[in-house]
């Protein structure tokens, strides 16, 4: 099966800068489409960006718009989330996932990563 792996997780101060990683093992027709959700404690799942490999089309929740931005590096087959101007309510376990049709509903994706959690103080 696919297996997705995020990285780059950690503590920041609001107001900075975090990159995460993600890398897939393999690429498939299942896994044309790759997102972004996360999950605050006791909160639902929240979709958060997705994006095409080629670039061809990104989406992002209106609460990161203008703020995180996703990116893709198809020769290690990479994705990435930049996250800018973090704020406290940003906290949560980030979570990769891969599928093959746009979407912000998790069910239709149907891979997912271990998570890494980001935490933003204020």
């Known amino acids: 099966q696919v297996q997705l792996v995020e990285s780059g997780g950690g503590l920041v101060q609001a107001g900075g800068s975090l990159r995460l990683a993600c890398t897939a093992s393999t690429r498939t027709w299942r896994t044309t489409l790759m997102a972004w959700f996360r999950q605050a404690p006791g909160r639902e799942r929240e979709f958060v960006a997705h994006?095409?490999?080629?670039?061809?089309?990104?989406d992002y929740a209106n609460s990161v718009k203008g703020r995180f931005t996703v990116s893709a590096d198809n020769a290690k087959n990479t994705i990435y989330l930049q996250m800018n101007t973090l704020k406290p309510e940003d906290t949560a376990v980030y979570y990769c996932a891969a599928g093959s049709t746009l979407s912000i509903r998790g069910d239709d994706y149907s891979y997912w990563g271990q998570g890494t959690p980001v935490t933003v103080s204020s």
């Open positions: 994006m095409t490999w080629s670039g061809e089309h990104t």
